[in-house]
DNA sequence: TTTTAGTGTTCACGATCCTGAACATTCTGC
DNA sequence: GCAGAATGTTCAGGATCGTGAACACTAAAA
């Protein structure tokens, strides 16, 4: 079975679905730490034969292997694989009619950007009309998610806390928790938030 | 060398510097996929055997088995390893007053929460008097960004093209492009940004 | 009950990883 | 020029991965 990228051809055009240039990313965070493979293997506890061969794309790395190496940078996997995820640059800038309506009634989710899927990042506008409730039965998913409250105040719930925010006001918490937003006042809330990976 | 997680002693005690916990982690994006491991196995290519190793621990797959597997969910590699990123849970709410001072002179940064390191995401409210502008050299880390203008007009540049958001306009590039802000206008300006990974 | 289809687990074996050591090359200092 | 130390590369071999096939179990259908 074919596994080993042919970087001669240029990593960019290979196969994405099937294979990752990993040699040339390792490479590219290393020199960025300005240390050699012998010394990155030193301090990762393998050998520097294994960063040259990873690096060559002449082998496929285990997970272990390559957790090892990242933390003698230091760096974490989840780091590591984001660049990775970087696809062809689309448009930055959007006007504020255009961002996608994605939510519906009394919620509305205006999100920064149409296709997620090749994003690491989901960022929302969000606006609450008075009584609007994301419902009894908690959301619950995985990644971490926080935002800023910009206008009118929102009840929010995580786990078993429970608070009011205002205009300045913020949360941050990892989505597995279960969690709640009710706009329990007489006026709309408005609130920008992120979250990673995006979960629509 | 000791390589396998013991899952009995529980996942979230072991030793985090020098294992994962892959197997719990996969079982869980499976069954929230709602797939059998030989329906995940025949998806990805692999054989249901692999999905059984891998969720007992009791196999380091390579990184190229890892990421045939979760095509078949599918998930990326960035997004699989953000979700072992997360850590404990810390305090969810952040009051206004609360927010962490991260910038100096003209641009104020007030990020919420304090301790990024096991962070996947960061997130500041900006504020930009008139005239600040994070200068000319352009700022260029790894990683994805975006934010939305709240208050006042900010000119943002992103490799050549330039623009100037008002209230409601979002932005989102990947970091790795050289990039700049700053406020031309009288008034200041206050924006709400999120990027991932932490880059301070 | 028996059959059929589904689940996850275990095992032998070929393929591959990863190591330890040698090799080739390029510098720097003398 | 020649030692010395640094760099990255290559190779044999033991350790491990990943497969294909069998196994044990459960649930639903005949």
Do not use: W
Not at 81 to 104: C, H, I, Q, T
Not at 129 to 138: E, I
């Amino acid at each position: 079975m074919f596994r080993i990228v042919n970087t001669k051809t240029g990593p960019g055009d290979m196969d994405q679905s099937t294979d990752i240039d990993i040699g040339s990313r390792l490479k590219a965070v290393r020199l960025a730490a300005k240390l050699s493979q012998r010394e990155l293997a030193r301090r990762a506890g393998v050998t520097n034969a294994t960063i040259s061969l990873i690096e060559a794309n002449q082998m496929n790395p285990s997970v272990g292997a390559l957790k090892r190496v990242l933390d003698g940078l230091p760096m974490s996997l989840a780091q590591f694989f984001a660049l990775e995820d970087a696809p062809a640059a689309s448009k930055p800038f959007y006007a504020a009619d255009e961002l996608v309506e994605v939510g519906k009634g009394k919620i509305s989710y205006r999100q920064v950007g149409a296709d997620l899927r090749s994003r690491a990042l989901q960022i929302l506008v969000e606006r609450y009309a008075p009584g609007a409730d994301t419902g009894r039965v908690m959301l619950r998913h995985a990644g971490e998610e926080g935002g800023v409250v910009v206008r009118g105040r929102l009840e929010v719930t995580v786990a078993d806390q429970v608070r009011v925010l205002g205009p300045g006001d913020a949360y941050y918490f990892e989505s597995d928790q279960p969690h709640r937003f009710r706009n329990i006042g007489p006026e709309p809330c408005e609130l920008i938030s992120a979250c990673t990976p995006p979960t629509f």
